[in-house]
């Protein structure tokens, strides 16, 4: 017999596969939250989050090079000291300690930099942004909307850099990459002028 939907529910593993079995033929299901289909607001929200997620790996490839390659050529010095501290501290931080620290900053104390929204909703109103992709910045940068742009990337300054969490990653990758390069160099220069000097003694005629 089957179960009665209205008094008794479905069992937990049929539930679940009649769930996947939605979600394959593209039913999600309905937030308990916007009340929406799950995929529409993922769909919404995509956009936002792929620009996000852009912005800070191009955070963490800008810094986390050039930092990487100082390291490496100042090694055992102090740039390499200090960058190696800032590296492990960004490893170790919380990423929510962060995010407050940069919003202190940078917010409360400098007034810099907003934290909240994606552009500041007033241009709206003198400069409204036509979307095609949804994201802000690549909408602005087409239709050139540059006070919305400028309004946008100021906007994802810092949660790009709290969520850049691969900066120190790529600071230990480049520095390793660079040291070794360098070390393979200098064996190289080493070897032929250590043959040099072993083989010049067999050159010289002996004396007896």
Same mark, same amino acid.
């Given at each position: 017999m089957r179960p009665?939907?209205?008094?008794?529910?479905?069992? %937990?593993?049929?539930? %679940?596969?009649r769930y996947?079995?939605g979600?394959?033929?593209?039913?999600?299901?309905?937030?308990?939250h916007?009340?929406?289909p799950?995929?529409s +607001?993922?769909? +919404?929200r995509?956009?936002?989050?792929i620009?996000?997620?852009t912005a &800070?790996?191009?955070?963490?490839?800008v810094?986390?090079?050039?930092l990487?390659l100082?390291?490496?050529k100042?090694s055992?010095k102090a740039?390499?000291g200090v960058?190696?501290?800032g590296? !492990?501290?960004? !490893?170790?931080?919380?990423?929510f300690w962060?995010a407050?620290?940069l919003q202190?900053?940078?917010?409360?104390r400098?007034?810099?930099?907003?934290? &909240?929204?994606?552009y +500041?909703?007033?241009l709206?109103y003198t400069?409204?942004?036509?979307?095609?992709?949804?994201?802000v !910045?690549v909408?602005a940068?087409i239709?050139?909307?540059?006070?919305?742009?400028?309004?946008?990337?100021?906007?994802?300054v810092l949660? &790009?850099?709290?969520?850049?969490?691969g900066?120190?990653c790529?600071?230990?990758d480049?520095r390793?990459?660079?040291?070794r390069?360098r070390a393979?160099?200098?064996?190289?220069?080493a070897?032929p002028n250590?043959s040099?000097r072993?083989a010049?003694?067999?050159?010289l005629p002996?004396? &007896?």
């Amino acid at each position: 017999m089957r179960p009665n939907r209205v008094n008794k529910p479905w069992p %937990v593993p049929v539930q %679940v596969g009649r769930y996947f079995r939605g979600v394959l033929e593209g039913d999600w299901g309905t937030s308990i939250h916007t009340h929406q289909p799950v995929l529409s +607001d993922i769909m +919404d929200r995509a956009p936002a989050s792929i620009e996000l997620v852009t912005a &800070a790996l191009l955070f963490s490839l800008v810094l986390g090079i050039p930092l990487g390659l100082i390291s490496a050529k100042w090694s055992g010095k102090a740039p390499d000291g200090v960058i190696r501290v800032g590296a !492990v501290l960004g !490893v170790s931080m919380p990423a929510f300690w962060l995010a407050l620290i940069l919003q202190l900053v940078f917010f409360q104390r400098l007034h810099l930099l907003p934290v &909240a929204g994606q552009y +500041d909703p007033n241009l709206d109103y003198t400069h409204p942004l036509t979307q095609y992709t949804r994201m802000v !910045v690549v909408d602005a940068a087409i239709t050139g909307n540059w006070l919305v742009l400028r309004s946008a990337a100021a906007h994802l300054v810092l949660p &790009a850099l709290v969520i850049a969490s691969g900066a120190p990653c790529v600071v230990r990758d480049s520095r390793m990459v660079s040291s070794r390069r360098r070390a393979a160099a200098a064996t190289g220069v080493a070897q032929p002028n250590g043959s040099a000097r072993m083989a010049a003694p067999m050159l010289l005629p002996s004396v &007896a």
